[in-house]
């Protein structure tokens, strides 16, 4: 009888210690789904915009972009992540939006001031961050398909 007790009670903390590393935050598929979820919208945004850049608004248009890619820079920054390598993506996504914001905004000023060679200079920049997100896409999509 004392054995039939002790191997219940074994069982009942063996399982209760399962459960509770189990239990302990989301799984890395779970967090990689957070991130990418946001990567994604910034994606739609870009590509909603590279095909109507409504040219007639100008300034007022990479402005307005720009804010939302903000939004998207809090959002990431909002993110409970807890994998150590899934946090560097995060980081990594963070300082895009937020140089990809600046761009459009230096991009906006330079055509308000009708300077053309900073216009230049900004849009070369941009064209810089956007095969930086090729990149961290890449990585992150080898990392969360357990590549």
């Known amino acids: 009888m004392q054995s039939f007790v002790k191997r219940t009670v074994m069982l009942s903390t063996t399982a209760a210690i399962a459960i509770l590393f ?4 989301e799984s890395k598929v779970a967090q ?19 095909k109507n850049p409504q040219r007639e608004k100008g300034s007022k248009a990479l402005t307005e ?8 820079a809090s959002e990431m920054k909002g993110l409970e992540i807890k994998d150590e390598k899934l946090q560097g993506f995060q980081g990594r996504f963070i300082k895009l939006y937020q140089d990809t914001s600046k761009g ?26 956007s095969g930086e997100e090729g990149a961290i896409v890449g990585e992150i999509n080898t990392y969360c398909s357990g590549k």
């Open 65 to 72: 972009v720009a804010g939302k890619i903000d939004t998207f």
């Open 22 to 25: 189990t239990g302990c935050g």
């Open 104 to 129: 459009l905004r230096d991009t906006a000023a330079a055509i308000d001031k009708k300077n053309l060679k900073a216009a230049n200079a900004s849009l070369t920049s941009l064209k810089k961050s």
């Open 32 to 50: 990689c789904n957070k991130i990418i979820k946001v990567a994604n919208q910034a994606v739609t945004l870009s590509q909603e915009f590279s």
